[in-house]
């Protein structure tokens, strides 16, 4: 990645909203300033070839390569672009009060709209630190939307268990440090459903018999072509047209009807509330709903087998960080052991710290089983990725949304 | 918190319904007959008869309306972890507004673009219903028209379309004001605003006789000083419904807020609805209960304020209609 | 009126200027994006090539079943509606003590200060298996009862969210009419059925008209209020739109169905017009005349 020096992709369309004859004149002008060049300005993921200097307010930032903070001075702010809520309020007010930076935390609600809103922004969001979830940090890498960050400023690394560094998405480590993972599992009402559960398979069984109509999924297209293809043995980021079609046939013509409600966060409302019987969930989310229960022992907890997902949310930094090395370090900080078991406590998700499972049993977390799993379950979990499948499978969950309607 | 937000609407149904002299003195129909006596004796007793259940079905409705209300702001007592599921009563919620800066922020945002967003819309909503009224012509249909397309277009379509637009005009022509987050915001909040007060102050002028206006410049008064001294009176109970009703809105965006956004403006339903990510806590009921004092407060001041500048209660309330 | 130098638009040209910078360009943008098309993986659009392919994409059977979902509830939501709100409105207008109207009227609005998001979680307390509503009822010997997520869930939802749209203008359509006009026709001898019918319904009806087109419009193209409650069965257009939006990362096709949802909505709207103006034609004439008795 180097800054300003191919600004367009000689092959790929300019697409902008300037009339074409004012293009050349925009492009000086924008190079000149030292932001993204115009190809896909208006749109989320287009090509973007030419990345911008790494910060122009930043008093050190902002190296000759445009890769990385050098380190130095810290910056007096500092900017993060995460998911609501997302860090223990503690660790955040620490961060200001030991270092210095003034923090300005913003939320977004999915990872597409972090894309949009960064592509579209052109750098003018002002974001230092981003919070994406891994299997979109390679469309972010290719548009150039992601800074190389300097290990020698994040020592804190070594904290971190291994096992949840360099994950397929980001193979050498360049753009991202796990932030907290999670897995896909379901829970279901024992009152309601006697027997007991243990796979996908089950959950797609028992959807359709005792708990029809009283079944909720996650209301994400990829987790809900997952469960099936966890089910039956197929890779869940197949490109396959048989698996794609198979997938559609079962859920829009045998799963739909059974389906009460597409609810990514059961765990807010319908699991405290025991709205459902057997509902997809996120492990942290399940964790938080069935401790807030008042009737906590009738949830059974199940991580999806005999296959699930990995997701894992990361700390990363924008490429057009006016605060580079406020931004290292505060990935630095919130690293350190204290610290991360406090995000644990707070978020109630693994941030993949070593030995964090033994200091929060040291502090009698509750419901450690859904936080922390076994190298045999984690063998089980993989990576989502975003792929030419991806439109396929938004297809079929909107075909299956008006199936369920009915 | 509970009784002051119930309290007074129970009280109204309690009152005495009888119609009375300021009632009939508010109707705005096109009858000019004197205000005649309640009905004939004869009717009374079918009268009350419906007049009684027509009361108990609104009383009912507001208690509908109300419902999920007095939950929240009872929930935001609740000291246990989520939102949803009542542990135990404490008021620890309440400290976050102090204790967590990003939900200070959130609420601190919203309150501010509500407040720029209404007198911005307000503003040239108040012109172009003066001219709608006023000064009606084929421009009127056309007009209409957009405006009408303003309410028929869905918000994500509006979001993903300003978004590129507000960062073309911020990057590209150079001008700064719309990198600024309040300023965005605004901006992504006016244009159902201003639709919206466009069309109360154009139904407010329609219903009133332009005899003023044409007697204050028979009587040559400057166009400047007939508009501000006959128009803008005539016009302001619609101005301030209209104020009312676009912080209304503004307070409850979060499609296109979520798209413009920028770093250090989040408003507080993005805030919210990206939190539910990790559970939302009992803070946010309590942030809300809050919220709603403030906007009861205003709400008691803007009252106050019309009632010294002279005009009753009904009217501004035939006005926030808008018809 | 002497001085009329201006062009009679002129003081709505602030607000012209600002919806066409602000509302007709961004979205003009969005309409051309509608004949091009996604490029590849990671890109969201591209105008190089233009087609109408996108259209045609969209007219596809999901479209047409989940469009015909999303007009049941829209035309059942802005019924109810309807009849839930204007005996409220009625009521208000003609029947409260005046100086609480005032009052009545920010009551109305006052729900709607608290978010969204938080209000469902409000409906959802009280409505869940083991919210207060099933648990009135277990205590009175029935079973647990839940109406989240079936039909009447989706109406629930929906007339709840816009049911203050609906009540406001009908309020003031009913308070234009007022207590005078209906006295004089009761004592001019008419039955208060009759009053309703000739005096108080024909007054009232562009009211009633806005209030219903204030409920409809948005509410077609709306697909987050009737899921909160409803679930599945609240599955409307606008929610294939935005997932088009937001997780397809297909600019082209999400605009093709969002000009096709509003072409629709007019259509509909037309249609409904129509037939309303059609069914109503003979009453109407007749009653032009005897309001015109009535209020001479």
């Known amino acids: 990645m180097s800054h300003?020096?191919?600004?367009?992709?000689?092959?790929?369309?300019?697409?902008?909203?300037?009339?074409?004859?004012?293009?050349?004149?925009?492009?000086?002008?924008?190079?000149?300033?030292?932001?993204?060049?115009?190809?896909?300005?208006?749109?989320?993921?287009?090509?973007?070839?030419?990345?911008?200097?790494?910060?122009?307010?930043?008093?050190?930032?902002g190296t000759d390569t445009g890769?990385?903070?050098?380190?130095?001075?810290?910056?007096?702010?500092?900017?993060?672009?995460?998911?609501?809520?997302?860090?223990a309020p503690e660790v955040l007010a620490d961060f200001t009060k030991q270092l210095g930076p003034k923090l300005v935390v913003d939320s977004f609600g999915s990872n597409e709209e972090l894309i949009s809103k960064l592509v579209a922004a052109k750098g003018t969001g002002g974001y230092d630190i981003l919070v994406p979830t891994g299997a979109y940090i390679p469309q972010m890498v290719e548009n150039k939307l992601l800074m190389k960050?300097?290990?020698?400023?994040?020592?804190?690394?070594?904290y971190m268990d291994p096992a949840f560094l360099n994950k397929a998405w980001d193979p050498k480590g360049d753009y991202s440090i796990c932030k907290a993972w999670g897995t896909t599992g379901f829970v279901y009402d024992k009152t309601v459903i006697t027997r007991e559960l243990k796979t996908w398979s089950d959950f797609l069984d028992c959807a359709q018999k005792e708990a029809s109509h009283k079944t909720s999924v996650l209301d994400d297209p990829k987790e809900i072509t997952g469960m099936y293809f966890w089910a039956n043995g197929i890779d869940w980021n197949t490109t396959d047209p048989a698996h794609l079609d198979a997938v559609e046939k079962f859920l829009t013509g045998t799963l739909a009807p059974h389906i009460a409600a597409f609810d990514s966060n059961p765990g807010t409302g319908a699991i405290p509330q025991g709205t459902h019987a057997l509902i997809q969930v996120w492990n942290g989310d399940a964790r938080q709903g069935i401790i807030e229960s008042k009737k906590a022992d009738k949830w059974q907890w199940v991580l999806g087998a005999p296959a699930t997902e990995l997701w894992m949310d990361n700390w990363a930094i924008s490429s057009t960080a006016p605060h580079p090395n406020a931004a290292h370090a505060f990935i630095n900080f919130v690293l350190t052991p204290e610290n991360q078991l406090k995000n644990v406590d707070y978020i109630g998700y693994h941030t993949g710290a070593k030995d964090i499972e033994e200091k929060a049993k040291a502090e009698n977390f509750e419901m450690l089983d859904l936080v922390f799993f076994t190298p045999e379950q984690l063998a089980t979990m993989h990576e989502g990725t975003v792929n030419s499948a991806t439109e396929r499978t938004v297809d079929i969950y909107n075909k299956m949304k008006a199936a369920a309607s009915a | 918190m509970t009784a002051a937000l119930v309290g007074p609407g129970e009280g109204a149904f309690a009152a005495p319904d009888a119609p009375s002299a300021a009632q009939l003195g508010t109707a705005t129909g096109s009858a000019t007959g004197s205000a005649t006596?309640?009905?004939?004796?004869?009717?009374?007793?079918?009268?009350?008869?419906?007049?009684?259940?027509?009361?108990?079905?609104?009383?009912?409705?507001?208690?509908?309306?109300?419902?999920?209300?007095?939950v929240i702001v009872a929930y935001s007592f609740n000291t246990g972890r989520l939102l949803a599921a009542f542990t135990g009563f404490g008021f620890d919620s309440f400290g976050a507004l102090f204790t967590k800066p990003v939900v200070r922020d959130a609420v601190l945002v919203s309150l501010k673009v509500?407040?720029?967003?209404?007198?911005?819309?307000?503003?040239?909503g108040t012109f172009a219903g003066i001219a709608l009224a006023r000064r009606p012509g084929k421009w009127t249909y056309w007009f209409m028209g957009l405006l009408l397309l303003v309410a028929m277009t869905p918000e994500i379509v509006d979001a993903v379309a300003l978004l590129p637009w507000l960062v073309f005009l911020g990057q590209d022509l150079g001008l700064g004001i719309f990198n600024n987050g309040i300023v965005r915001l605004v901006i992504g909040n006016s244009?159902?605003?201003?639709?919206?007060?466009?069309?109360?102050?154009?139904?407010?002028?329609?219903?009133?006789?332009?005899?003023?206006?044409?007697?204050?410049?028979?009587?040559?008064?400057?166009?400047?000083?007939?508009?501000?001294k006959v128009t803008l009176p005539l016009t302001m109970p619609a101005i301030l419904a209209g104020l009312l009703l676009s912080f209304t809105f503004s307070l409850d965006d979060t499609i296109v807020a979520s798209f413009v956004q920028v770093s250090g403006a989040t408003p507080w339903p993005v805030y919210v609805l990206s939190a539910v990510h990790t559970g939302l806590r009992p803070e946010v009921a309590a942030v809300s209960s809050i919220m709603l004092v403030i906007t009861l407060g205003a709400l008691a001041v803007v009252g106050i304020v019309l009632k010294r500048a002279g005009d009753s209660s009904a009217e501004i309330a035939s006005t926030m209609a808008g018809g | 009126m002497p001085r009329r130098r201006l062009p009679k638009y002129a003081l709505a040209l602030p607000a012209w200027l600002w919806l066409i910078a602000f509302f007709i360009v961004p979205v003009a943008v969005v309409f051309w994006y509608s004949f091009g098309y996604k490029p590849g993986l990671f890109g969201s659009h591209a105008n190089d090539v233009l087609s109408f392919d996108r259209y045609i994409e969209v007219l596809t059977p999901t479209f047409f079943k989940t469009f015909l979902n999303t007009l049941q509830i829209g035309v059942a939501g802005t019924l109810l509606c309807f009849l839930i709100g204007a005996p409220v409105a009625y009521w208000m207008a003609l029947k409260a003590p005046a100086h609480l109207k005032g009052l009545l009227i920010a009551l109305v609005l006052v729900p709607f200060w608290t978010n969204f998001?938080?209000?469902?979680?409000?409906?959802?307390?009280?409505?869940?298996?083991?919210?207060?509503?099933?648990?009135?009822?277990?205590?009175?010997?029935?079973?647990?009862?839940?109406?989240?997520?079936?039909?009447?869930?989706?109406?629930?939802?929906?007339?709840?969210?816009?049911?203050?749209?609906?009540?406001?203008?009908?309020?003031?359509?009913?308070?234009?009419?007022?207590?005078?006009?209906?006295?004089?026709?009761?004592?001019?001898g008419a039955s208060p059925l009759r009053t309703f019918t000739r005096v108080t319904f024909p007054l009232a009806r562009p009211g009633i008209i806005v209030g219903v087109l204030l409920v409809y419009i948005p509410l077609m193209g709306d697909y987050i209020t009737a899921t909160v409650l409803g679930g599945a069965k609240g599955n409307m257009v606008g929610q294939m739109l935005a997932s088009q939006f937001q997780t397809a990362q297909n600019w082209a096709l999400g605009s093709a169905m969002a000009i096709m949802l509003i072409l629709i909505t007019v259509g509909s709207?037309?249609?409904?017009?129509?037939?309303?103006?059609?069914?109503t034609m003979p009453i109407r004439r007749r009653n032009r005349v005897r309001l015109q008795e009535v209020s001479v």
């Open chain 1, 149 to 158: 960050l300097n290990k020698e400023l994040i020592p804190n690394i070594k």
């Open chain 2, 191 to 228: 244009v159902f605003s201003i639709a919206v007060v466009t069309y109360l102050v154009r139904a407010r002028l329609l219903g009133m006789p332009e005899n003023l206006e044409e007697a204050s410049a028979d009587l040559y008064a400057p166009p400047m000083r007939t508009f501000r």
């Open chain 1, 4 to 61: 300003a020096s191919n600004q367009t992709n000689d092959t790929a369309p300019l697409r902008i909203l300037a009339d074409q004859a004012a293009v050349p004149g925009i492009r000086r002008a924008l190079s000149r300033r030292g932001f993204f060049s115009l190809a896909g300005l208006a749109g989320a993921g287009a090509l973007l070839a030419a990345c911008g200097k790494g910060g122009s307010g930043g008093t050190g930032g």
């Open chain 2, 114 to 124: 509500g407040v720029v967003a209404a007198i911005f819309a307000a503003l040239l």
């Open chain 2, 37 to 70: 006596d309640s009905a004939p004796p004869e009717h009374r007793p079918r009268r009350t008869l419906l007049d009684r259940t027509l009361k108990i079905w609104a009383i009912l409705i507001f208690a509908f309306l109300f419902t999920p209300i007095v």
């Open chain 3, 269 to 279: 709207i037309a249609v409904m017009g129509g037939l309303i103006v059609l069914g």
């Open chain 3, 117 to 188: 998001l938080i209000r469902t979680i409000g409906w959802m307390i009280v409505l869940s298996p083991e919210g207060w509503v099933s648990q009135a009822f277990q205590a009175l010997g029935f079973n647990p009862v839940s109406i989240l997520y079936t039909r009447p869930a989706v109406l629930l939802g929906v007339v709840y969210n816009y049911l203050p749209l609906m009540i406001l203008p009908l309020y003031v359509a009913f308070d234009r009419v007022g207590v005078v006009l209906r006295e004089a026709s009761k004592d001019l």
């Open chain 1, 67 to 87: 890769a990385t903070a050098t380190g130095g001075k810290l910056e007096d702010t500092l900017s993060m672009y995460s998911w609501g809520d997302y860090d």
